[in-house]
């Protein structure tokens, strides 16, 4: 049995034809940047977001390069953000000359440590960008009081996170002032090549953002402020746009995959419980958990589950046997940001971050997308178990 880390196919041929006539659509209009398809689009995107403003952008990177650049980030401006993400959550911080201020991350959730936070905020702290890691809420009630109290923009980075809902039911992406989303292809609403979204209820920063999107021109060819080519083109929307009313049902199936993953999981005597943070004799696998979901109906965290990232102790040799066994998984991310060359200079050493390297080094994301069927599902746990025994 052949079980990919993700496979795209069966969810382009479920919506071939919707898929295949929007693109030809935009084509025969050849109105092929920005225009009346990104339009259709963004009035999608915001109202199923619940968002006062979305706006188009040309990736989930670029979405957060143009969100840092609305609210004038300067050189020197501190940004604090976490130390485990995806590259692009620091870079493009640096790249506005600008310093990424790095904290640990939880280790139930993966998503940045309030505490720390706290720690780290000087004089020169200007926004924070929590990261809904994997699908997850960060604790955005925490972060909006810090930045209350200190005068600071919150941006999310909810790239892997469309249509993931903090506990009071609310999207992520539009409860900090700016939402940053990407359409990637292996996100879970992903587009044909690059693509990406802001989200704001500002009505100043949705004019900023979108003034800037086009290198700054207001009126065109007319410059107060500098701006990029952060447009999004009208095949990429129209993608998005058919795709967008299967969203949930692709979400409640990644939910579905990951429940019975670690119900197998605890069947198999490989963890107690979800949540745990320790190896030990009885629980040779960390699970991922939903937090609050427990709760109370209304209250909700609503975790739509990007990637089931487990943690072992022998994890490359776990990796290189589910390889040999035709099971797809990968490793995110294997070097946290205080140790990429790149921010030496910030200062670092391996054992800062302890929980972000203990991470870095036990995580194996396991396939997880929707159109999985049970067999391949026991099979990849069946598998890990072999292995692990
Ligand atoms: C994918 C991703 C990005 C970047 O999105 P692109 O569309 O690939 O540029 C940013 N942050 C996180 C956490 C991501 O997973």
Redesign the pocket.
Known sequence: MKVPLLDLKPQYQSLKKELDEAILKVAESQYFILGPEMKKMEDACAEYLGAKHAIGVS????A?LLALMAIDIQPGDEVIVPTY??F??AGVVSRLNAVPVLTECDPVTFNIDIEDIKRKITSKTKAIIP?H?YGQSSEMDEIMKIADQHNLFVIE?A??AIGTQYKNGKSVGTIGHIGCF???PS?NLGCFG?G?LVTTNDDEIAKVLTIKRVHGGEPKYYHKVIGGNFRLDAIQAAVVSVKLPHLDSWSEKRRANAARYTKLFIAAGLAEETGKVKLDSKNKVLLPKAVYEHLSSSVKNYHIYNQYIIRVEDRDGLRDYLSKNDIGTEIYYPVPFHLQECFADLGHKKGDFPVSEFCANSSLALPIYPELNDDQLNFVVEKIADFIK
Request: aromatic letters at 16%; glycine letters at 10%.
């Open positions: 990736s989930g990177t670029d957060l993400s995806f692009a959550t990261v890691l980075d790239a892997q990407s359409f990637f996100k690059d990406g």
